[in-house]
């Protein structure tokens, strides 16, 4: 009897326990939301320039080094990247009847209409502005410069573009007078922006408060190649301690995330600098999440380093400045693309979940199978997907992988102009 006893017991036991795994082991796990905050005009925050005389001290880890809440419920927001937004012609091709002013006229809407739909629904698009934007006359006595009428900043705004960086070697081609110009264009229509060595935090809707730090610092392989090599060692080191400075600063703005938007590389190359990479991944290594990086005129390679990555070069997208560049002769020239990161916020952690590109042409003109310009190729300002699949998605892809083995572009007499000019 006691043995039967001690047999049911045992069986009683074992069921409850079954009963407590079904209900606490094996439960199903909550489906992972995927909650991308629709667009509104950028968060009242202003840029703020990095103090020049601050060095950074102890600080609070960064929010990729908070530990992962498992409990809390994913949210992902998705950051779009695009390249340069030269909204003129030159000076001498402002009449020009292929040129800027002439092919867009007063439709702001025209430019970003073959891609505006990759970007309506994303968190925050990013575009390097390299123009002034002002309705009133200006002169410049560089051989490249753009000035815009200021309408035409609600080109960006028609875009999706919310944000642009102002941190670049035409932003100035003007003075100061055409900056604030540009500027107050901006803030009519509510893209918002930073200069040079200034930090901005974007934030939607009380979405992911993302830090933007902004850097030019004459690092473009022109101007960066005709200094002593004691000069550019400086420049280097300077150059690193703004970076270092800029991470503490957007962490006590309230950054969640953070990228840097850097602006240097050779034109016309679809390959890195040595200084580039150098400066890039230490922006990594540093603290910032992920790296935009502009100048070359040219798509350059896309790299994962560390926990974040690396645009080395969007290339062109709304490129005023040339009726068709490469002339004809360069088949990459008119490639160009949306870079993309999804990040995932889990409780107080933001880590980089995925990226992507998605390879465009800077015109609507071209073949967008074959994308091959020629002597007589127009860019009509329009960037257009390009088929997926075909030979032109094919080469801007190997751009972006790094496999790419195109001739280099040399732009203009540019280099021995600047050398005349004693730099």
Not at 337 to 347: A, E, M, N
Request: aromatic share 10%; net charge negative.
């Amino acid at each position: 009897m006691k043995l039967v006893k001690t047999l049911i017991m045992i069986l009683l036991v074992f069921a409850l326990g079954l009963v407590l795994w079904v209900r606490l082991g094996a439960a199903p796990k909550p489906a992972e939301a995927d909650l991308r905050p629709t667009q509104s005009p950028a968060a009242s925050a202003e840029a703020t320039e990095v103090p020049g005389s601050e060095t950074p001290t102890g600080t609070e880890p960064a929010a990729s080094e908070a530990p992962v809440d498992i409990e809390a419920e994913p949210e992902y927001f998705t950051v779009s990247m695009v390249g340069d937004c030269t909204l003129s012609a030159s000076p001498d091709k402002r009449d020009w009847g292929i040129g800027f002013q002439r092919t867009v006229g007063d439709d702001t809407d025209y430019p970003f209409a073959n891609t505006v739909q990759f970007l309506n629904d994303d968190y925050l698009t990013i575009a390097n502005l390299e123009c002034s934007l002002s309705d009133k006359k200006y002169s410049s006595i560089e051989q490249f410069s753009f000035l815009g009428k200021a309408d035409y900043a609600k080109i960006l705004s028609s875009g999706s573009v919310e944000f642009v960086t102002l941190a670049n070697n035409h932003t100035m081609d003007f003075g100061q007078g055409a900056y604030n110009d540009t500027t107050a264009a901006l803030d009519a229509v509510g893209v918002s922006y930073a200069g040079e060595n200034e930090c901005y935090l974007y934030q939607s809707e009380g979405g992911l408060k993302i830090g933007l730090f902004c850097m030019y610092n004459g690092l473009t392989g022109n101007a960066f190649s005709l200094l002593s090599a004691s000069a550019q060692e400086k420049l280097v080191a300077e150059s690193k301690d703004w970076i270092d400075r800029a991470v503490p600063k957007l962490e006590e703005m309230g950054a969640e995330y953070t990228i840097a938007c850097l602006h240097m590389g050779t034109e016309g190359n679809y390959e890195t600098t040595d200084v580039q990479v150098e400066l890039c991944r230490y922006a990594i290594d540093a603290g910032f999440g992920s790296v935009y990086c502009t100048h070359a005129h040219r798509l350059q390679p896309a790299e994962l380093y560390g926990e974040g990555i690396i645009f080395y070069g969007l290339g062109n997208w709304i490129f005023g400045g040339h009726t068709n560049p490469g002339n004809g002769k360069d088949p990459a020239s008119y490639d160009t693309g949306i870079g993309k990161i999804t990040l995932c916020r889990r409780g107080s952690k933001v880590t980089l979940d995925s990226y992507s590109f998605i390879p465009c042409c800077i015109s609507s003109a071209l073949d967008p199978e074959n994308g091959v310009p020629g002597v007589n190729s127009q860019n009509n300002y329009q960037p257009t997907p390009y088929v997926e699949g075909g030979k032109a998605w094919q080469r801007a892809m190997s751009i972006i992988s790094g496999t790419y083995e195109g001739a280099n572009y040399t732009v203009g007499n540019y280099w021995d102009i600047l050398r005349d000019m004693g730099g």
